[in-house]
């Protein structure tokens, strides 16, 4: 489609007052931006999802950048392991609501920015609400689910959004508008009609992200959110930036609109919003029929693991995270076989049907696909760890480092 410049998104503000005019004098000064332009961004109302890794560079430079309403939706709290890349959270915020740590540091970066606060978790019966209240969304949700009722949200509202991905070294940015002039322009399921297969995509939680591989995302994000809100350059719309970090490699690829797409297309299929948890699957089919009744708690571990030591008990206790993850803490007597390696069927030939085997791995996403497996293949007195060792360590030995 063409990238030509949108007519602005918002209508300019009456003024800015002096202070204001002090704050923003570097833009004022940018012939594309100017007075007319900063006027637009006072405004502007913009929601950010999520005050995590991406929302948290989006919002203090959406903040600093003199976004006169910014809305932030998240449920979360601080814990220890944001500190590494969500940096609107300090070490003093800990325990505190993501989204009021974010709302005290954006007034302090920028005390003219009114903050909405949406401390609950976004679902169906939300979504629609909180969106209209809107111009735009920049979207650092970090789950399928979620990224797929954003956009069926913004595209049965007409809304604009930015989105952004992060996985370890590599991130992804696209702004989806299926309702732009000009009737071209895709939406996220244009992209990605279906989600990948339950288990094929690891989470940052599972596989980590480099912190500032977040500031490199969240600014593209908001970059492209000021160029949507005061109409000028080219934005990422029918475009997906891909970013290697290792590589230091940009890459821009053509996203075509899908004619046939179930939510934008000429016949759309979804018209409404649906189940997404259901549509996206938390863990496979197969994985799910394993793990019920096969599912054991952390305090039953710890009991079996006793009588083990004790002599009136054998089975095999099998980590199947990476050997990274395993480095960090471990549940005393386990053995490491990765889950690809019973993916692969190559863990078959390890372990022996003469004891029972008993599989964990961070929450019990994980185990529960490596169960699938094992009862495929005979091993009928399998079991995995509800919860894995996050669990353990929360229940069972705090001593241990949480990640």
Same mark, same amino acid.
């Given at each position: 489609?063409?990238?030509?410049?949108?007519?602005?998104?918002?209508?300019?503000?009456?003024?800015?007052?002096?202070?204001?005019?002090?704050?923003?004098?570097?833009?004022?000064?940018?012939?594309?931006?100017?007075?007319?332009?900063?006027?637009?961004?006072?405004?502007?109302?913009?929601?950010?999802?999520?005050?995590?890794?991406?929302?948290?560079?989006?919002?203090?430079?959406?903040?600093?950048?003199?976004?006169?309403?910014?809305?932030?939706?998240?449920?979360?709290?601080?814990?220890?392991?944001?500190? *590494?890349?969500?940096?609107?959270?300090?070490?003093?915020?800990?325990?505190?609501?993501?989204?009021?740590?974010? %709302?005290?540091?954006?007034? =302090?970066?920028?005390?003219?920015? *009114?903050?909405?606060?949406?401390?609950?978790?976004?679902?169906?019966?939300?979504?629609?609400?909180?969106? =209209? *209240?809107?111009?735009?969304?920049?979207?650092?949700?970090?789950?399928?689910?979620?990224?797929?009722?954003?956009?069926?949200?913004?595209?049965?509202?007409? %809304?604009?959004?930015?989105?952004?991905?992060?996985?370890?070294?590599?991130?992804?940015?696209?702004?989806?508008?299926?309702?732009?002039?000009?009737?071209?322009?895709?939406?996220?399921?244009?992209?990605?009609?279906?989600?990948?297969?339950?288990?094929?995509?690891?989470?940052?939680?599972?596989?980590?992200?480099?912190?500032?591989?977040?500031?490199?995302?969240?600014?593209?994000?908001?970059?492209?959110?000021?160029?949507?809100?005061?109409?000028?350059?080219?934005?990422?719309?029918?475009?997906?930036?891909?970013?290697?970090?290792?590589?230091?490699?940009?890459?821009?690829?053509?996203?075509?609109?899908?004619?046939?797409?179930?939510?934008?297309?000429?016949?759309?299929?979804?018209?409404?919003?649906?189940?997404?948890?259901?549509?996206?699957?938390?863990?496979?089919?197969?994985?799910?029929?394993?793990?019920?009744?096969?599912?054991?708690?952390?305090?039953?571990?710890?009991?079996?693991?006793?009588?083990?030591? #004790?002599?009136?008990?054998?089975?095999?206790?099998?980590?199947?995270?990476?050997?990274?993850?395993? #480095?960090?803490? %471990?549940?005393?007597?386990?053995?490491?076989?990765?889950?690809?390696?019973?993916?692969?069927?190559?863990?078959?030939?390890?372990?022996?049907?003469?004891?029972?085997?008993?599989?964990?791995?961070?929450?019990?996403?994980?185990?529960?696909?490596?169960?699938?497996?094992? %009862?495929?293949?005979?091993?009928?007195?399998?079991?995995?760890?509800?919860?894995?060792?996050?669990?353990?360590?929360?229940?069972?030995?705090?001593?241990?480092?949480?990640?």
């Amino acid at each position: 489609m063409s990238t030509t410049a949108l007519p602005p998104l918002v209508e300019p503000a009456d003024e800015l007052s002096i202070d204001e005019v002090r704050r923003y004098s570097r833009h004022l000064i940018i012939p594309d931006v100017g007075m007319t332009g900063q006027k637009r961004l006072k405004n502007a109302r913009v929601l950010v999802i999520g005050a995590g890794g991406l929302g948290s560079p989006a919002m203090l430079y959406l903040a600093a950048a003199g976004v006169g309403t910014l809305g932030i939706v998240d449920f979360d709290e601080v814990d220890e392991s944001n500190l *590494q890349r969500q940096v609107i959270h300090g070490q003093s915020d800990i325990g505190k609501p993501k989204a009021v740590s974010a %709302k005290e540091s954006i007034a =302090e970066t920028n005390p003219y920015v *009114q903050v909405v606060v949406h401390q609950e978790r976004l679902d169906n019966d939300n979504v629609m609400g909180i969106f =209209e *209240q809107y111009d735009l969304i920049v979207d650092g949700t970090d789950n399928f689910a979620t990224r797929y009722m954003v956009n069926d949200a913004a595209v049965l509202l007409g %809304k604009p959004y930015v989105w952004g991905s992060i996985y370890r070294f590599d991130g992804q940015a696209s702004v989806f508008w299926a309702s732009a002039p000009g009737g071209e322009a895709p939406c996220y399921r244009c992209l990605y009609p279906e989600p990948p297969p339950p288990g094929m995509v690891p989470s940052c939680a599972e596989g980590g992200v480099l912190g500032v591989l977040c500031a490199s995302i969240g600014s593209i994000q908001v970059n492209e959110a000021i160029k949507l809100l005061v109409g000028i350059g080219e934005p990422l719309i029918g475009k997906l930036m891909v970013y290697d970090a290792l590589e230091m490699e940009y890459r821009k690829l053509s996203i075509r609109k899908d004619p046939d797409c179930a939510v934008c297309g000429a016949n759309p299929t979804v018209t409404e919003l649906i189940d997404y948890e259901s549509f996206c699957g938390a863990i496979s089919d197969d994985a799910a029929e394993a793990a019920a009744g096969s599912t054991i708690s952390v305090t039953q571990l710890a009991a079996m693991l006793k009588e083990r030591d #004790e002599g009136s008990r054998d089975f095999v206790l099998v980590d199947v995270r990476e050997p990274n993850e395993y #480095e960090i803490n %471990k549940i005393p007597g386990s053995v490491l076989i990765p889950k690809g390696e019973f993916t692969s069927g190559e863990a078959l030939g390890t372990l022996g049907q003469d004891k029972p085997v008993v599989l964990h791995c961070k929450s019990g996403v994980r185990s529960a696909e490596a169960l699938a497996v094992l %009862k495929g293949a005979g091993f009928a007195d399998a079991v995995h760890v509800g919860g894995g060792v996050a669990a353990w360590v929360n229940q069972i030995d705090p001593s241990q480092p949480a990640y």
